[in-house]
């Protein structure tokens, strides 16, 4: 079963950027779809971004154009580079697989802040 640790969050003012990555541990991960999930306080967790094994990508409306989702299978690595950040992208940010049956436990996020 695949573990997942999200690291690259922050506080940064509106239009600003940040870099997540998430490192999973164990042989399955490059057979997997990944994505880049987010919960804010109240909300239920939703999924931002999708990457297939062969790097075909998915985002939703709210980050489409501003958010890119990339890996590197040999560094085990997911990326999410954001720009263009807004006051309500402000969520804890998570990694998982995108198909329920394989997905690993939930790691602890990393929380991205967007304020000026």
């Known amino acids: 079963q695949v573990q997942l640790v999200e690291s690259g969050g922050g506080l940064v003012q509106p239009g600003g950027s940040l870099r997540l990555s998430c490192a999973a541990s164990?042989?399955?991960?490059?057979?997997?779809?990944m994505g880049w999930y987010r919960q804010s306080p109240g909300k239920r967790r939703e999924l931002v971004a999708a990457?297939?094994?062969?790097?075909?990508?998915d985002y939703a409306d709210s980050v489409k154009g501003r958010f890119t989702i990339s890996r590197d299978s040999a560094k085990n690595t997911v990326y999410l580079q954001m720009n263009s950040l807004k006051p309500e992208d402000t969520a804890v940010y998570y990694c998982?697989?995108?198909?329920?049956?394989?997905?690993?436990?939930w790691g602890l996020g990393t929380q991205v802040t967007v304020s000026s």
């Open positions: 998982n697989a995108v198909t329920p049956s394989v997905r690993g436990e």
């Open positions: 164990g042989s399955e991960f490059s057979r997997y779809s």
């Open positions: 990457i297939g094994v062969g790097g075909t990508t």
